[in-house]
């Protein structure tokens, strides 16, 4: 099954900044997820990303806010724009291969 | 509304005692139901997929039950090791009729002690 390596594992930033989280994939895939997870929260669907094509964001999330990236079939990068305390949580990408594999998370903590 | 809840939401077990986790889930188009253990501060890690009716999928202490309203993780006889967070996934048809996406519920989480 793929791989994924999600940087960064954690973060402390300052509210009004921007973070760029990023997934490397060790193998080409077509689709790929962006999470989010809050404490004691299931996983939140933020958006689809396929190569080649926008990403299609859930009600909720727009692309002005978490802007995506997806430049080939291994990579794939999620901004968190104008951070608020309330973008505090845990953001995962996720790929479907057979099933779904996650990378380790970001731990994301907005101050 | 597409609908995964899962129960209980938390559950403490002494070692060796036996119990199950329920996923019970309303959506349309169901393309498999899956199951996932996540530990604190990392990623779901993968356990099972179930597609049909009937089905069962085991895994050392883990065997995953599949009906059409709900799937059932059962835990025999638990270690420490096995305290996680188990969550349930439905794979489904979106509702604006694209792709198949992933419904996740909330997840039990499981504290056993020695």
């Known amino acids: 099954s793929a791989v994924i390596s999600q940087k960064p594992s954690r973060d402390i930033c300052q509210r009004g900044t921007s973070l760029t989280i990023q997934c490397q994939v060790d193998?080409?895939?077509?689709?790929m997820f962006w999470y989010r997870q809050q404490p004691g929260q299931s996983l939140t669907l933020i958006a689809t990303?396929?190569?080649?094509?926008?990403?299609?964001?859930e009600s909720g999330f727009v692309i002005d806010k978490f802007p995506i990236s997806r430049p080939n079939l291994t990579f794939s990068t999620l901004t968190v724009s104008n951070m608020s305390p309330e973008d505090s949580s845990i953001y995962l990408c996720?790929?479907?291969?057979?099933?779904?594999?996650f990378g380790s998370g970001t731990r994301l903590t907005v101050v | 509304e597409d609908q995964v809840t899962q129960s209980p939401e938390a559950l403490r077990l002494q070692e060796g005692e036996s119990s199950s986790l329920n996923c019970s889930y309303t959506?349309?188009?169901?393309?498999?139901l899956f199951w996932y253990r996540q530990d604190p501060g990392k990623g779901p890690e993968f356990l099972f997929t179930?597609?049909?009716a009937g089905e069962e999928k085991e895994k050392e202490r883990l065997k995953a039950t599949l009906t059409k309203k709900e799937s059932f993780l059962h835990i025999t006889a638990p270690k420490p090791e096995d305290s996680a967070t188990y969550l349930c996934?439905?794979?489904?048809?979106?509702?604006?009729?694209?792709?198949?996406?992933?419904?996740f519920g909330r997840g039990t989480s499981l504290i056993v002690h020695p």
């Open positions: 179930l597609y049909s």
């Open positions: 990303a396929n190569q080649g094509s926008e990403a299609t964001y």
């Open positions: 193998s080409q895939v077509t689709m």
């Open positions: 996720s790929l479907w291969d057979g099933f779904y594999t």
């Open positions: 996934a439905v794979r489904h048809s979106h509702a604006s009729g694209g792709s198949y996406i992933p419904t």
């Open positions: 959506v349309s188009g169901l393309r498999g």
